[in-house]
């Protein structure tokens, strides 16, 4: 089944430990990015990526990281948390090239919280 | 810059009922798509539709239907005859024809469907 897969669901952790959320598509996806969701924000792109070894910074980079080094995964890596970074996290991920703006397919999204 | 708004913050209808989601976007780009998706009280984000910039037709599929007007930079989505299933919160978006492809959401209008 074509799918993107984040872990974990559900993260509860204390401000200033480091963090990783992790992402794997298996649809071959060229295209990767991280959104949060917070109300009334709607969902804010965090990083993205267009290829192995190519990330690039979204509307809200601070204080995350990402990588990519192999086409499937895209972890998603938060140094030193803080309660603001509070929040439900998407992975997203879709095709490239051809399929130019397809749609992106999401992860089911990772609930975390920083005290 | 992009922008997508979703004056409706939240709306109840009862079962049966006909409702209308509102999107309006800006954009300076000529080229550019729309897409709404569904997120479910379990949390997942699932694409409903995709709408380039060159096709003002309007769709059904079931129950759902969508009304492209760029005279007045709108892309409303209605469902005929609610169900409770319909229940969610529905995101309007927008994107580009950069090379990041970004997709700007709106800040969702929550649907509620009661019997």
């Known amino acids: 089944e074509a799918q993107v897969t984040q872990n974990p669901r559900y993260l509860i952790t204390v401000t200033g430990k480091k963090l990783t959320v992790t992402c794997s598509q298996n649809?071959?996806?060229?295209?990767m990015s991280w959104y949060r969701q917070d109300p009334g924000l709607g969902l804010r792109q965090i990083y993205y990526?267009?290829?192995?070894?190519?990330?690039d910074k979204g509307d809200v980079p601070e204080g995350y990281k990402v990588s990519r080094k192999e086409k499937r995964n895209f972890p998603l890596i938060l140094e030193s948390p803080s309660p603001n970074q509070t929040s439900l996290y998407f992975c997203?991920?879709?095709?490239?090239?051809?399929?130019?703006?397809?749609?992106?397919?999401f992860g089911n999204g990772t609930r975390l919280t920083v005290t | 810059a992009q922008k997508v708004t979703q004056a409706q913050t939240e709306i109840s209808v009862v079962e049966k009922e006909d409702v209308t989601l509102d999107c309006v976007y800006e954009?300076?780009?000529?080229?550019?798509?729309l897409f709404w998706y569904k997120q479910p009280p379990s949390g997942e984000l699932v694409f409903l539709i995709r709408?380039?910039?060159?096709?003002?037709q309007n769709e059904i599929s079931g129950r759902y239907s969508w009304n492209f007007q760029k005279s007045t930079s709108s892309f409303n989505f209605t469902i005929t005859a609610s169900q409770v299933v319909d229940s969610a919160v529905y995101f309007c978006?927008?994107?580009?024809?950069?090379?990041?492809?970004?997709?700007?959401f709106g800040t969702g209008t929550r649907l509620q469907v009661t019997l």
């Open positions: 990526s267009m290829n192995v070894e190519v990330t």
């Open positions: 954009t300076r780009d000529t080229t550019y798509y």
């Open positions: 709408r380039n910039s060159f096709d003002e």
């Open positions: 997203a991920s879709r095709a490239w090239g051809v399929a130019y703006n397809s749609p992106l397919h």
């Open positions: 649809m071959n996806h060229e295209y």
């Open positions: 978006a927008l994107s580009y024809t950069g090379t990041a492809s970004k997709l700007t």
